[in-house]
């Protein structure tokens, strides 16, 4: 019996495959130094200690700042969302903060629970019906209460690309901090944030990164500051009880996932040798040739913007009668493909796209996927939507 080949479109989930030189540099990690960094004088503690110092360095140049000791090493996304979440309004009585509707569940659960639990409104902007956010609809909600903006990137659903710059150079000049989900884009679509001083990353390691899970983390621009989420053992200034003030040791209590970081670093330098331009290229090449032909099909409804410059490889689709549960169940059995259905943990963005509460298949495509793949992908659309 033959083997049916496996077509990973999940790629929004977590990228797969990995370059090798992810796994050889784990291995490495885990078999040659395998130390904790800045918790001893030896020589694999040093080394450990350089694996995660490089890691910052290649992170800080993705989106072009200086100084790497701002960029606040998490396990993923998500922590560090919630570190920032809870720095910024902890302790905010009061006011107002500004998002979208096609936030993560990342950013709505922790946000829903501080500003419920603090007294703080929260606003959130609508998109339209391609999924776009239009910078104005953000800046219409801001006003001299707001304490902060909650944007992402890209849509994880949709792939549709915000406009962030707009909305960070507009908050810059009435001191709000902009804090960017950029989870679905590093990586994958350049950008910088160097000339933006109120704009807070939140980045994952292990989807455009091409990194190991378990990665992610922040970047705390000069001049923003808040306290801690977690407090312990940092290495530094051990003699005292009182957490360091510094970065990124401040936000960086216990043991650093430093295999994790070995891994990550190389998967960035892959990613950065073959180029973030032309992995966009390749990836829009993809998705664009996967709408414009899937649009054909009788009974398939496909979302997002048709503005191309405003998308990454992702693609959330529908096929009439028939649910996304089923049709993904499809996909894998019959013809190998590996899909996500359902509301990907973003409801918001799926009631303001009138898809819940069943959601959607999506497709992501990563810098591995083939034209082929798209070709495969189209026919077995067809096929399920015939049938």
Not at 174 to 203: H, M, R, W, Y
Not at 382 to 387: F, P, S, V
């Amino acid at each position: 019996m033959a083997i049916m080949k496996v077509i990973y479109l999940d790629n929004a989930a977590t990228s797969f495959p990995k370059p090798d030189v992810v796994w050889e540099a784990l291995l490495h990690y885990g078999k040659e130094i395998g130390a904790n960094p800045g918790r001893s004088g030896h020589r694999l503690a040093f080394e450990a200690s350089r694996i995660v110092y490089r890691c910052r360095k290649l992170v800080a140049s993705l989106f072009q700042v200086s100084n790497s000791e701002r960029v606040v090493f998490t396990k993923n996304a998500t922590e560090a969302l919630n570190v920032v979440i809870h720095g910024l309004l902890a302790k905010a009585k009061g006011g107002n903060v500004v998002t979208t509707s096609l936030e993560h569940n990342a950013v709505a659960r922790p946000l829903r629970y501080i500003c419920e639990t603090n007294g703080i409104e929260l606003r959130i902007a609508a998109c339209d019906n391609e999924a776009l956010i239009e910078p104005l609809k953000v800046q219409e909600l801001v006003d001299e209460e707001t304490r902060a903006i909650f944007v992402n990137h890209a849509s994880n659903v949709f792939g549709t690309v915000t406009l962030f710059e707009e909305i960070a150079e507009s908050a810059k000049q009435k001191g709000i901090p902009v804090v960017l989900d950029a989870t679905q884009t590093l990586g994958i679509l350049p950008f910088s944030v160097k000339d933006l001083e109120n704009v807070i990353l939140v980045f994952t390691g292990h989807k455009g990164l091409l990194g190991p899970q378990g990665t992610g983390g922040f970047y705390l621009p000069e001049g923003v500051d808040f306290d801690p989420l977690l407090r312990g053992g940092t290495g530094s200034n051990s003699e005292k009880d009182e957490q360091p003030t510094f970065l990124p040791d401040k936000f960086e209590s216990g043991t650093l996932n430093v295999h994790g970081l070995a891994g990550l670093s190389a998967g960035i330098q892959w990613v950065l040798e073959k180029q973030i331009e032309n992995i966009r290229k390749h990836e829009l090449t993809l998705v664009r040739g996967f709408c414009e032909t899937v649009r054909e099909i009788r009974g398939v409804r496909v979302y997002g913007s048709s503005k191309w410059e405003r998308r990454i490889g992702v693609v959330s689709f529908n096929i009439e009668n028939k649910d996304p549960a089923e049709v993904a169940f499809l996909l894998d059995r019959k013809f190998g493909i590996m899909c996500r259905p359902g509301l990907h943990c973003a409801p918001w963005a799926h009631r303001a796209m009138d898809t819940y509460p069943m959601g959607t298949v999506r497709f992501s495509f990563g810098v591995f996927n083939t034209e082929s793949d798209v070709e495969v992908a189209v026919e077995a659309v067809k096929k399920i939507a015939e049938g």
